[in-house]
């Protein structure tokens, strides 16, 4: 059987889909993958499960009085994903 591919976020088939449902699609990914995990797919999975995180974080009705405890956490993961997300190649000098 066929691995499939690291689930693209940005495409089409999952621009109305929901946090749940992406972590599953995750879930199954990690699940049904065979041998070790590419650096490039561990970055991608680990930058997907923090805008999921944001996401639900976001989606979800507060009381103002845990607003700050939201912008700090939410700040906090925008810091993860974009060390996740960031070219390797091109921030350590290799080519």
Known sequence: MAQKPFPDFSSEQFRFTSPRAKLHALREF???HEGPVAK???RRLMAAMCRL???LMTGSHMS???ELDLVEATRLLHGE???YDRDP???DGRA
Do not use: G
Request: hydrophobic fraction near 50%.
């Open 81 to 83: 994903v974009s060390m």
């Open 64 to 66: 103002s009085r845990w």
């Open 40 to 42: 490039d797919d561990a």
């Open 30 to 32: 990690v699940l049904n």
């Open 89 to 91: 190649e091109a921030s």
């Open 53 to 55: 995180a944001i996401d």
